[in-house]
């Protein structure tokens, strides 16, 4: 998000696009600015939807600081790091892949080296410290209780005080204290991944009883227990309560692998942190016996032959990193569990496997998914419906609007309609990407540019998804057709209709050139 002050320019937070393939085809898009000419960046937190777009930045001329708390300074080493080497590696995959045969090559998005670039901007300033990221700006980090490191920014500007939220923590939160704010600003801007979700409200206590009965079910079984886990802060909190129940011989005394290079280094950051962090006696606690960190590819690969063990890898939503060859290894079985722990936007394989896919295609493979598939809610890093609206109502009163972001369309509106029962007069606002709006103090905002309504479509499930799945789904529903002739016919029928769209297509290129 940009905010500018005169010919000064600040970015609050740079995030990468994260969903199906036309979403993430917007990273590949020209910044709306020249990179080279922001004053300033202020990092809420090391999520790469908040982050993840800092080394093209980089890449594209900017030098100046990136300003954050120190865990999260020292997180992205790893994070931004570790997101250009995956850049390079799928970029160097799709290339090989040989349906692409002939093909224009791929470029990556960014690399390793643009990465440590951009992460050598980091500078770090503690929470509740006014700094002057640039001239006419005044900022302070507030607690946000999300992950480690994570914070809600305030900005003032021209007279105008902002404050915006990044991503919030809930409550009962393990590792952190509930989030912290100041009210009786101007603006909010506040997120609202989960507006339109409550959650039952659990303690660590309860949260760790559900995980108990999931890892016994799941071993019950005989087969793998299978977790997509976030490598920042969801795989700390699932080691922490796997640790707890193994110390108290309430889950098997099975191997626990992290297979996440990433969720091994962020884990030391962790570790070095433990100080600052409820509920972490020390640092051993990430050393736990039964748990095993895999390093090295053939090891991860390895683990293809291993039933009965619990294994947690990245990435979350199953968009890449080992976790899909893990599903590869074990959809397809019916004794192993596949257990989700994190959200999935819609249009991610993720997301697809939960809603109840009977096959999915993988890596140019097409899987029948047989394993268990199941959920828990409760290790959600985000405030909830009720708890978003609890934290917009303590910053109160706003005196200009309320601004609702990073949320899909149903959750943006949930949250802006219970809103405006709790707080009526309140302007509430949920802008597009790429609208602009003029602030003052005291006023209610004035649109001065609109946005791309358009891209409001591409935040669900695009053609890929629906094409990855009427693929997995072809071979299948065609033997359900009695007749060899009726499965021939089903083929020319739609190889007719693409046959329709290829010369329609090219007699409109003959009219323009005869235009």
Known sequence: MEVSLGQRRILVDCGLFQGSRSLEALNHGAFAFDAATIDAVLLTHAHIDHCGLLPKLAKEGYRRPVWCTAPTADLLEYMLADAGRI??????????????????????LYTEADGLRAWRLAKPVGLGTWFEPAPGFRARLWNAGHILGSASIEVEAGGVRLLFSGDLGPDNKAFHEDPEAPADVDFVICE???GDRPRPKLTIEERRTLLEVEVNAAL???GNLVIPTFALERTQELLLDLARLADASRIPNVPIFVDSPLASRATKVFAAHAAELEDVEGAD??????????EDVAESIRLNSVSGAIILAASGMCEGGRIRHHLEHNLHRRQSTILFVGFQARGSLGRVILDGAERVRLSGKDINVRAAIRRIESYSAHADRDELATWIGERLPIRGALFLDHGETEAV?????????????????APAIGECFALAHGAKPKRIQTGRVDLAALAGEDWQNDYADFAANLKHNLAH???????????????RVLTG???????????????
């Open 481 to 495: 057709i009695r007749t060899e002739k009726g499965r021939r016919k089903a083929l020319e029928e739609m190889r």
């Open 501 to 515: 769209y290829e010369a329609a297509r090219a007699q409109q290129k003959r009219r323009r050139h005869a235009a």
């Open 220 to 222: 019950a079984r005989g």
């Open 192 to 194: 609202s991944t989960y």
């Open 87 to 108: 850049q390079e590696s799928d970029t160097a995959r799709r290339n090989r892949r040989y349906d692409r045969a002939g093909e224009e090559m791929f470029e990556p």
């Open 413 to 429: 509106e949930a949250l802006r309609n219970l809103m405006h029962e709790k707080a009526p007069g309140l302007a509430i606002l």
């Open 285 to 294: 606690l990430f050393h736990h016996p039964s748990i095993r960190y895999v």
